[in-house]
Nanobody, 122 residues
């Protein structure tokens, strides 16, 4: 089976930094686009950042200049470096793969991690 596992969340003070990681495991031949989403209680899930297999990136306006998404294709891992964190960044952060090819030659679509909690508070 293929799964995504996030790590790196936690409690940080405003202005601090965190680095989230998401590793895809299982029988995987290739991964297409990857992204980070977040959802706070009572709010809709929103796209935070995305990165294509070719390395092109895009960010939500609310995090531009503060967050950086990157990926290591050899390790099937995507990262989110979060700097200058604000209280409004508090949410559960999820990584997502739009599609991937498994070792069995099949395709999996819209694969999600379990989420990792990021809390920005004094």
């Amino acid at each position: 089976q293929v799964q995504l596992v996030e790590s790196g969340g936690g409690l940080v003070q405003p202005g601090g930094s965190l680095r989230l990681s998401c590793a895809a495991s299982g029988s995987i031949l290739s991964i297409n686009d990857m992204g980070w989403y977040r959802q706070a209680p009572g709010k809709r899930r929103e796209l935070v950042a995305e990165i294509t297999v070719g390395g092109n990136t895009d960010y939500a306006n609310s995090v531009k200049g503060r967050f950086t998404i990157s990926r290591n294709n050899a390790e099937n891992t995507v990262y989110l470096q979060m700097n200058s964190l604000k209280t409004e960044d508090t949410a559960v952060y999820y990584c997502n793969v739009d599609k991937l090819r498994t070792g069995g030659g099949t395709w999996a679509y819209n694969v999600w991690g379990q989420g990792t909690q990021v809390t920005v508070s004094s």
